[in-house]
């Protein structure tokens, strides 16, 4: 069960794939302990894959270079032949069939649609902490604006500063 766990798998629905009643199963798991103790550290593997497969989607939809995603002649590159980072980043393919009024076939048009690119900077520069917004505190600006500013920048007071303005 912790494997499962471990891979990202949902514990009721794998209980529920066993014929187990999931209030069961948790009652099994907090009877003991080291069942309880290898479940949280299954759970801990769980959240770092993910967190890894996350960041590296955005990775790949923040940096990729979509020119890669089309052969020299212009035409789109098949989905096997294609980097990681272009299937990764598409959104999607739309494919329109061309037809002559007597019916036979003209061609194609084939459009591929990309993630939000910019979306994806955003939220990868957030991980890492790139991007804080300072609000600069004025003398007489009261507890509850530092407060409130702190609690804007994510708990974090980044910058606060005291300047008198003679008037």
Known sequence: MCAEAADGQSLVAYSESLGLRWA????WISGD?????????ARAAALDW??????????AISLVDMGQAFESDGSLRRIEDMPFEIRASLAGIDVKELYHPDGSREGRVVKAKFQDKVRALELLGKQH???RDVKVLEAGDSLTDLVMA?????GRIVEAEARVIEG
Not at 50 to 59: A, H, S
């Open 50 to 59: 993910i967190t890894d497969k996350v960041m590296r989607e955005l990775k």
């Open 33 to 41: 302990p080291e069942r309880e103790r290898a479940l949280s550290i």
């Open 24 to 27: 069961d199963v948790a009652a």
């Open 129 to 131: 902490g790139m991007f």
């Open 150 to 154: 702190a609690h804007a920048n994510g």
